[in-house]
């Protein structure tokens, strides 16, 4: 089963997560991080599927997916093509 790790202290509270997470497990602390931010944390983690885009959309790389579970992904993530060619 996968799981979601939070940092936070490093949360600035932009809530892109939670806008991004397919399964709406994420929400927001009423407790303030070090920041003076209110901390994005999992409120529902046995409905994570593992997708991570909870993980990719954190501009403050404050969210870690870990598992050892099938995970589903909702993207493929590819590195760029070389300049003047095309992505396959």
Do not use: W
């Not at 996968?2 to 939670?18: A, F, Q, T, Y």
């Not at 806008?19 to 994570?48: Q, T, W």
């Not at 991570?52 to 760029?80: E, K, S, W």
């Amino acid at each position: 089963m996968p799981s979601i790790k939070v940092n936070r202290d490093r949360c600035k509270g932009c809530e892109l997560c939670n806008h991004h997470c397919p399964m709406r497990i994420l929400g927001m602390s009423r407790e303030i991080n070090l920041k003076g931010y209110f901390f994005a944390e999992v409120r529902d983690p046995s409905r994570c599927i593992g997708c991570m885009l909870c993980a990719v959309t954190c501009p403050d790389l404050a969210i870690t997916v870990h598992g050892n579970a099938v995970q589903y992904r909702c993207f493929d993530y590819f590195p760029l093509a070389p300049r003047g060619e095309l992505a396959k």
